[in-house]
């Protein structure tokens, strides 16, 4: 029986805008998407050159016979919806009928697929637009659909593709998060020659989160397991005070779809309010569930967003479901009082160099890098005092400057690294205990990427076998505590940049996570030391990652508002 149908038009007119193939990723997003609404319990993915040349994905799903699969590349052809009504209350992951036409459209395509064992398989061939040939072939029960040349009758789009790197990395990305959705189902991605990464089936996201970023992560996390009439949520969350220093693993499901969601964000955010160590999120892998017709997925072109029908209650529930975690580990341990118990490092030990205690060796490092300023004159602000143990209030002849000092600090050690950085000099550390890192695949790939970067910086980082890393040497800059969290979050962070701005973007990011934080006391001489300092910069209105550092209330301002102007 055939399972495709056309849609009429008064329904594809209610498709949002149409499924937009961009690149390589958004290729293999719906491919994948497809092979699981098969209900495959095998996708397997190949790519060449970052998919520019070659996407395979195969999978063992359902298949399709001879008219469904001609019909499958027809625009607005689905089995999964057949009216407007069906438009409401979607369980698949695709359903506008428009993925392997657009794909179609812009590469050359072959597709087989069979239906049950012992049915004859069948293959077709496309270029663009056009159908080149349908054949009987032999085939095992699933489809596999070759995607070549992508862009090949539109040049311009293909010029302007990213780095083979860069769409690897974000493939990676993607089908880590679909991965953890379908515990139960076999993934593989290889590029060219290597397997990047290969997840047999396992029996809950447990094991599958185990699998993906190891037992150092896992250890860290918390099960929630919480429902409230229709709605659920259920995945791992940090276990307070546990978090890490990026957000870069706040994954978000609804039925199974992962989605980007500010309210969701906003909702974990603030049940960790207090409770994580400062400047740490918390990590989550989270997954809603509702009835299919309380939630808008026919709002976005990727299917990336979606819109929930009551909103405040999505957002309650992750809450509700978070705090209910937390108390339920609270029977063995207390919540983390989040301000009295963490150690703040004397401030001392962050200036110059934050946690350097100044031993001689030291100093020598220092005043060799950085012979005292010949312009001792210069007159720098009068410090005043702390304002809410975050800003630096000083005057000057202009009027009163309030100084943010987390980004003045910032600035000021970005400044010092990139002179140790191009004199080469950067002091290392031997790490006292072996530092052992289990990277995920898509941090394999930014260390194998950025190695020299990260090596030129003072990281030394030794491969131990599969994806198992031992940090031997790091940058003396920060304590060994934190030497792996904040190597992780280099990882996370310089693949974000382009290549030509990943050393600029390492040296913010080790000034950011070594510089003063907010809500530290600060004495009034380390203040006058920082700010003179910070005069000395070179730009000392922004700090690296452009955010201000000076709001400056001008003396003409406060005169006028005293009414002596
Ligand atoms: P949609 O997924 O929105 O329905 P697509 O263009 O992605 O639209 O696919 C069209 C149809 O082709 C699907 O509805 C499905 O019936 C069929 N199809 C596509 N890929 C597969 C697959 N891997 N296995 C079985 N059927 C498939
Ligand atoms: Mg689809």
Not at 116 to 133: A, D, N, P, V, Y
Not at 361 to 381: G, H, M, N, T
Request: proline residues 5%.
């Amino acid at each position: 029986m055939n399972k495709i149908i056309l849609l009429p038009p008064e329904i594809s007119q209610k498709i949002a805008a149409g499924e937009v193939i961009e690149r390589p990723f958004s290729v293999v997003k719906e491919l994948v998407e497809n092979s699981l609404d098969a209900e495959a319990s095998e996708v397997r993915v190949e790519l060449l050159e970052g998919g520019r040349k070659l996407i395979r994905v195969t999978d063992n799903g359902e298949g399709m016979n001879r008219e469904d699969a001609i019909l499958s590349f027809e625009r607005h052809s689905t089995s999964k919806i057949a009216s407007e009504q069906d438009l409401g209350q979607i369980a698949t992951l695709g359903f506008r009928g428009e993925a392997l036409p657009s794909i179609s459209s812009v590469s050359r395509i072959l597709l087989k697929t069979c239906q049950k064992k012992g049915k004859q398989g069948i293959m077709i061939e496309r270029e663009g637009e056009e159908l080149l040939s349908v054949s009987d072939i032999g085939f095992p029960p699933g489809t596999a659909v070759e995607v070549q040349d992508l862009f090949f009758n539109l040049p311009a789009r293909r010029k302007f593709l990213r780095s083979e790197r860069s769409e690897l990395t974000m493939i990676v990305k993607h089908l880590t998060g679909v991965s953890l959705a379908f515990p139960e189902v076999k993934f593989s991605l290889s590029h060219g020659k290597r397997e990047i990464f290969n997840y047999p089936p396992v029996g809950s996201l447990k094991e599958r989160i185990y699998q993906i970023y190891g037992k150092s992560t896992l250890e860290k996390l918390m099960e929630v397991d919480y429902k409230e009439e229709d709605l659920g949520v259920y995945g791992y969350v940090s276990a307070p005070p546990n978090g890490r220093s990026d957000r870069s693993h706040q994954l978000f499901y609804i039925n199974k779809r992962p989605i980007r969601d500010k309210l969701l964000q906003a909702a974990l955010n603030k049940a960790y309010r207090g409770l994580l160590e400062k400047d740490h999120f918390a990590q989550a892998f989270l997954f809603l569930s509702c009835p299919y017709s309380d939630v808008d997925v026919n709002v976005h072109p990727a299917k990336a967003e979606v819109r929930f029908k009551d909103s405040q209650a999505i957002f309650h529930i992750v809450q509700r479901g978070i705090h209910q975690a937390i108390l339920k580990s609270q029977g063995i341990k207390k919540i983390y009082p989040a301000e009295e118990e963490r150690k703040i490092p004397r401030i001392e030990e962050r200036m110059p160099y934050p946690h350097m205690k100044m031993r001689e060796e030291r100093r020598e490092i220092v005043e060799d890098l950085f012979p005292p300023s010949a312009e001792a004159e210069k007159i720098y602000p009068h410090i005043l005092g702390q304002y809410l143990e975050t800003y630096i209030v000083a005057s000057s002849d202009e009027g009163i400057l309030v100084i943010d000092q987390h980004n003045a600090h910032e600035r000021v050690l970005f400044e010092k690294y990139k002179e140790i950085d191009n004199k080469k000099k950067w002091p290392q550390k031997l790490a006292l205990f072996p530092l052992v890192l289990e990277l995920s695949p898509s941090q394999v790939l930014s260390f194998e990427e950025n190695q020299t970067l990260l090596e030129e910086a003072g990281f030394r980082v030794e491969a131990m076998g599969g994806r198992s890393y031992s940090l031997k040497e790091f940058p003396d800059i920060f304590r060994e505590e934190e030497a792996k969290d904040i190597f992780l979050s280099l990882l996370e962070e310089i693949e974000k940049e382009k290549i030509e701005d990943r050393k600029r973007m390492l040296l913010a990011t080790l000034a950011c996570k070594t510089a003063i934080k907010a809500g530290e006391f600060l004495a009034i001489d380390k203040m006058s030391y920082l700010v003179e300092e910070l005069f000395q910069t070179s730009n000392s209105s922004l700090c690296p990652h452009g955010r201000p550092i000076i709001v400056k209330i001008e003396r003409r301002e406060i005169e006028k508002g005293m009414k002596r102007r």
